[in-house]
């Protein structure tokens, strides 16, 4: 089956850190870039970064919001992308995603596969 | 703020049509395609609309997406209760050199 899956999420106090899985079957993982998106209650979808497969470098991209305290790797061996979540916030508390990139060769603002997704709580 | 910029809420009846705007720059929708997202309660989001106005395998013809300029389009027509969801625009920013979303549109079969 073609499938993507999270783990990982939980309750998490401020300033600790947290790794996100995201564990694909039935596709080329290695072929396809990896993104992670997540949604805080009552707020809209936000990508976190992705990272490219390795044809194209294999390097992962952030967003500014996390940058510095998210980093997004991959395994291709065992078909997972990791999000490693440092210096965690109340404000990253959210439903965390993963997802596939629509086309192999680049990544545009199409994405047709996604995870379940894992939630993420940080509060004291 | 989200980049692009979508209605917090749209409404129609059953059966008639509704139709959610996305309205961005020329860094990102004017010069790149839109893909639109339908995340239904409780459920991760689901692509429905790609490269402006193609639909995946499974999508129904009820959707459709076009484009004009820096703004874009979603049309939902024969409007069930089923199709009560967000609706996310989205598209890539040269400038950010990153994804780009709206904040989303809710959409009420009244």
């Known amino acids: 089956e073609v499938q993507l899956v999270e783990s990982g999420g939980g309750l998490i106090q401020p300033g600790r850190s947290l790794r996100l899985s995201c564990t694909a079957s039935?596709?080329?993982?290695?072929?396809?870039?990896l993104s992670w998106f997540r949604r805080a209650p009552g707020k809209g979808l936000e990508w976190v970064g992705f990272?490219?497969?390795?044809?194209?470098?294999?390097?992962?991209q952030h967003a500014a919001s996390v940058k510095g305290r998210f980093t997004i790797s991959r395994d291709d061996s065992k078909t997972i992308a990791y999000l490693q979540m440092n210096s965690l916030k109340t404000e990253d508390t959210a439903i965390y995603y993963c997802?596939?990139?629509?086309?192999?060769?680049?990544?545009?603002?199409?994405?047709?596969?996604w995870g379940q997704g894992t939630m993420v709580t940080v509060s004291s | 703020q989200s980049v692009l910029t979508q209605p917090p809420s749209v409404s129609a009846a059953p059966g008639q049509k509704v139709t959610v705007s996305c309205s961005g720059s020329?860094?990102?929708?004017?010069?790149?395609?839109v893909s639109w997202y339908q995340q239904l309660p409780g459920t991760a989001p689901k692509l429905l609309i790609y490269?402006?106005?193609k639909r995946p395998s499974g999508i129904p013809d009820r959707f459709s997406g076009s484009k004009s300029g820096t703004s874009a389009t979603l049309g939902i027509t024969g409007l069930q209760s089923g199709d009560e969801a967000d609706y996310f625009c989205?598209?890539?920013?040269?400038?950010?050199?990153?994804?780009?979303f709206g904040g989303g549109t809710y959409v009420t079969v009244l």
């Open positions: 989205a598209a890539w920013d040269s400038g950010l050199s990153a994804p780009v």
């Open positions: 997802s596939r990139s629509f086309y192999r060769t680049y990544i545009s603002g199409a994405f047709d596969m």
């Open positions: 990272i490219r497969s390795r044809a194209y470098g294999g390097t992962p």
């Open positions: 490269d402006n106005n």
């Open positions: 039935g596709f080329p993982f290695g072929d396809y870039a």
């Open positions: 020329s860094s990102n929708v004017g010069t790149d395609y």
